[in-house]
């Protein structure tokens, strides 16, 4: 499971992003004050991603930022300050990425998927029942067997993976096929859908949840 530093003063805030981010399957660690984490940094550095706010008490993102860059750990700023000489000092400083508040939370589970997959240094299996899905190679075998996806519906199916036991709008799931906003047929998404249940025997896995969309169904036992 990949452990995030979630280092922002606003309690309500950081509630928020550490309850999103258990929900996705990751272990958040919060911190509400810059020094207090710095001093903590000097004694425990095995974290994969940081969520850092620039103004913080005690020290500044900014400092943060070169004293997590030293153990390795990357960085993405949340922050409110959106003017445009902060995120380029942001930037060219060395965070892999700059998101401005009021953000929304698919968003920056995408934008973190990202960073984590860049600095991602082993080759992880997903399993599913009897069901095993290779990212980096593109794979997916149901009880020893290759099955052959498509390459939207291989996609489609580690969308529902990365946000499982969540509920995603068909206008969320196109988003983040396609990368943009789409505004073709929605329908695409139920096609797709049924072609992944009927070739990996997943009606009791990818549930429809009417009038909305759909959610993958997995418990703890297969992540």
Same mark, same amino acid.
């Given at each position: 499971?990949?452990?995030? !530093? ?133 794979? $997916? ?49 139920? $096609?797709? $859908? ?5 070739? !990996?025997?997943?009606?009791? $896995? ?18």
């Amino acid at each position: 499971m990949k452990r995030i !530093l979630v280092i922002e003063d606003e309690i309500a805030i950081n509630d928020l992003i550490c309850m999103n981010l258990e929900i996705a399957g990751y272990e958040p660690i919060p911190f509400l004050d810059g020094a207090i984490f710095s001093a903590h940094l000097k004694e425990q550095d095995d974290y994969d991603l940081a969520l850092l706010d620039i103004m913080l008490p005690g020290k500044d993102g900014f400092v943060l930022l070169e004293e997590l860059k030293q153990h390795q750990i990357p960085v993405i700023y949340l922050t409110a300050k959106g003017d445009l000489p902060s995120k380029v000092k942001g930037l060219r400083s060395g965070a892999e990425d700059y998101i401005v508040k009021p953000f929304e939370m698919l968003e920056l589970l995408v934008r973190m998927d990202n960073v984590l997959k860049r600095f991602s240094k082993e080759e992880e299996e997903i399993r599913i029942k009897d069901v095993v899905i290779n990212e980096k190679k593109r794979t $997916v075998h149901k009880a020893g067997t290759e099955v052959l996806m498509q390459p939207m519906e291989f996609d489609c199916l580690l969308a529902f993976w990365k946000y499982r036991n969540r509920v995603m709008t068909r206008e969320q799931i196109l988003n983040l096929l396609w990368g943009v906003d789409f505004n073709g047929e929605s329908r695409t998404v139920d $096609v797709h $859908v049924g072609n992944i249940r009927k070739k !990996l025997d997943f009606a009791d $896995v990818i549930i429809t949840v009417p009038r909305v969309g759909y959610r993958m169904e997995v418990s703890n036992e297969y992540d």
